[in-house]
């Protein structure tokens, strides 16, 4: 099992950044399998696949809304993977989740992710 800790949401302006951090516990933070996911949930809706990174590579992948502004990394020195927002604009602003699993089936489904945070609000005024 791995506990997840999410943090770095906050308010901030249109056009503006952020970095979320996930901060992992328990021992198979280094395994080549493991997946790393990021979703985020406005009120209202479902929850949207954001960008996955895959521990063997590293690999990522990215929804098309975030593709080219939004950036996921690892650092396996932490046991932490963040995401690194930018031009943020209202459309962006919703709770962040951090998952992980090992071997998901497929990256962008939360239902494949079997351990998550507790999720960080992001906030972003026009």
């Known amino acids: 099992q791995v506990q997840l800790v999410t943090s770095g949401g906050g308010l901030v302006q249109a056009g503006d950044s952020l970095r979320l951090s996930c901060a992992a516990s328990?021992?198979?933070?280094?395994?080549?399998?493991?997946?790393w996911g990021w979703f985020r949930q406005a009120p209202g809706t479902e929850r949207d696949f954001v960008a996955a990174i895959v521990n063997d590579g590293p690999r990522s992948l990215y929804a098309d809304s975030v593709k080219g502004r939004f950036t996921v990394s690892l650092d396996s020195a932490k046991s932490t993977v963040y995401l690194e927002m930018n031009r943020l604009n209202p459309e962006d602003a919703a709770v962040y989740y951090c998952?992980?699993?090992?071997?998901?089936?497929?990256?962008?489904?939360?239902?494949?992710?079997?351990?998550w945070g507790q999720g960080t609000q992001v906030t972003v005024s026009s």
């Open positions: 998952a992980c699993s090992l071997l998901p089936r497929r990256l962008s489904d939360p239902n494949a992710y079997n351990n």
């Open positions: 328990g021992r198979t933070f280094s395994s080549p399998f493991m997946v």
